[in-house]
């Protein structure tokens, strides 16, 4: 992982938790919703990243997924960036009571001005418990080159037509 971790709390504790000057805010029952902020931000930070870190119990009955929802809003409230979607523990195919622990990191995104910005985390299971959560934003992220991936994946392309083709004649040379 790329950057340097700008700001991280534990926003599966308690209730208006004091982290340096930012407080952490909870509310509805259920799912965690938290308000975090404010938290000064600026474009030499650019791109920022933002990830959750969750430890939860799987149940007999329910899936192995946590949804979240994350927004920044800028000082005057008005929501800037949104991401949500699940954090899945992937499929063994057994049902059996287990503790897990994911990290999902989410898309790189940029602030165009220094300023005071708010992050609302959104986290919740429908069954099962979630033991500990975790929100973290990291600075200066690499956002993915598609040159240098270009770079690797033709090689590896190249390499595969050359072995199917000279698979290929190999068979026909066979044949005859």
Not at 34 to 45: N, Y
Not at 134 to 142: D, G, Y
Request: charged share 25%.
């Amino acid at each position: 992982m790329s950057g340097a971790k700008l700001y991280e709390f534990d926003i599966a504790g308690g209730r208006g938790m004091t982290v340096g000057n930012i407080r952490v805010y909870e509310s509805a029952v259920g799912h965690k919703k938290l308000r975090i902020g404010p938290i000064e931000l600026d474009p030499s930070m650019n791109p920022l990243r933002a990830g959750l870190e969750l430890w939860y119990g799987t149940s007999m009955i329910g899936s192995t997924q946590a949804e979240f929802r994350i927004s920044m809003m800028n000082d005057r409230g008005v929501e800037i960036w949104e991401e949500h979607g699940f954090i899945t523990k992937g499929s063994s195919g057994k049902r059996k009571v287990k503790d897990v622990h994911k990290t999902r990191l989410l898309p790189a995104f940029k602030v165009e001005k220094e300023g005071n910005y708010f992050f609302l985390c959104e986290i919740g299971r429908r069954h099962g418990t979630i033991y500990k959560a975790k929100f973290f934003l990291k600075r200066n992220v690499s956002e993915l080159n598609f040159i240098n991936l270009g770079i690797f994946l033709l090689p590896l392309v190249i390499g595969i037509i050359l072995i199917y083709t000279s698979n290929k004649r190999k068979r026909t040379n066979e044949k005859i």
